[in-house]
Nanobody
């Protein structure tokens, strides 16, 4: 059984940086495409970033491109999301998710691609 756990969520001020981490257990970590998605209050779930199984490819949502970086360490079963210059609109619950499928640049941005999800970690950006 796959278990995903996120950590690192916090209350930060606009312009601050924050690093989220995610661990996966129960299956071979390197067999999963890993992604981060978020849901702001009253909004639909939004794609944030995704990384391929071997870290050769990454994709980002338009609103975070240039500010967020996704990375993974297959030896440690972790995937991180480094966030810079946070804005109030970045606030929300951030979910880590895993997909055992193949890398398709369009499909991996779709939440339906991901079969396994964590419980989420809260990020609040406010003065």
């Amino acid at each position: 059984q796959v278990e995903i756990t996120e950590s690192g969520g916090a209350l930060v001020q606009p312009g601050d940086s924050l690093r989220l981490s995610c661990t996966l257990s129960g299956r071979l970590f390197g067999s999963f495409i890993m992604g981060w998605l978020r849901r702001a209050p009253g909004k639909e779930r939004e794609f944030v970033a995704v990384i391929s199984k071997g870290s050769t490819s990454t994709l980002y949502g338009d609103s975070v491109k240039g500010r967020f970086t996704i990375s993974r360490d297959n030896a440690k079963n972790t995937v991180d999301l480094q966030m810079y210059d946070l804005k109030p609109e970045d606030a929300g619950i951030y979910f880590c998710a895993a997909s055992p499928g193949l890398w398709h640049p369009t499909q991996v941005k779709n939440a339906a691609t991901f079969q396994h999800w964590g419980q989420g970690t809260q990020v609040t950006v406010s003065w």
